[in-house]
């Protein structure tokens, strides 16, 4: 393998929901000509953004190409699941000529960037560059950041500060290790709110970071691919709240499954999910429903209370048709609570 140039690899990190599914669906459909592979790591069992990407059965992306790994953290698991899976990837007959990686949403980027030092990967790939995908709706609600005026004072003193919000600490990881940042769902701002969360994030990013703005993550790949910034190289320059730390799990966070029943109309669906995010402060549900007497299945996605859902293909003959959410929040979250007025 030593013969081959590196490959380059683009982390696709962001706070969950933040859109990186969609702008990585998007790459897939636009950035034609070039052979890619995916590595799609989530946080909870149920495959949801790996099955949205296969669904785009695009040529340059063979399923074959789509690895999906379901333990949370990519680079606590180097050895057993991130290396076999590059290796297998760069064991195919065409090699990929890039590989995109999207981390799940709770993820901090730069223990995954520190992963492309392990010895069976840095022969062979490059970090091109970290794109942190930003939700704006989110941001501009303040669920990331209790006082903006004490991002910018906490950045002029010291980054070792203890955050009261888990949630905060996490979107700022993502975005201190960042070559570029992706500003999504701007169609959901105003100008001031648009205003708003550009001042939050300059606050937060230490180094001059390029920022874009995009809706639905449409973006051209030429401008998200290729940036050469060989991150692994460039440790140094990205500060971390877990520097200092020997692990960085999922303390702060849990995820549980829950199966429920077909439902009769999706909008009454939806209403129920929303009411159900709002009183226990869901982060983050998604999956895939049975809509009774409907062939398609529906896809779910909800962040906080703030839900989108849509047919996305039939159930296949040899398919349960199975109802499953996986529903993501803070520790402490009340499962039994949740899993009550979800299945009722």
Known sequence: MSTFAKIPATIVTGFLGAGKTTLIRHILE????????????EFGDVGVDGDILRACGVE??????????????????????????????????????HIIIETSGLALPKPLVKAFEWPTIRPHLTVDGVIAVVDGPAVAAGRFADDLDAIAKERAETLAIDHDNPLE???????????????????????????QVTEQIRATAPRAVKLLYASEGRLDPAILLGL???AEDDLANRPSHHDTEEDHDHDDFESFIVEIAAARDPTELIERLARVAEAHDVLRMKGFVEIAGKPMRLLVQGVGARFRHQFDRPWRADENRASRLVVIGEKGLDRAGVTAMLTS
């Open 30 to 41: 636009t950035a034609r000509g070039r052979r890619l592979a995916l590595v799609i790591n």
């Open 60 to 97: 340059n992306c063979p399923e074959e190409n789509i690895v999906e790994l379901a333990n949370g953290c990519l680079c606590c698991t180097v050895a057993d699941d991130f290396a076999p899976a590059i290796e297998a990837l760069l064991a195919h007959p065409n090699r990929p000529e």
């Open 169 to 195: 600490e996490v979107f700022e990881d993502q975005l201190l290790c960042a070559d570029l940042i992706v500003l999504n769902k701007t169609d959901l701002l105003s100008a001031e709110e648009e205003a």
């Open 228 to 230: 050469g910034a060989a």
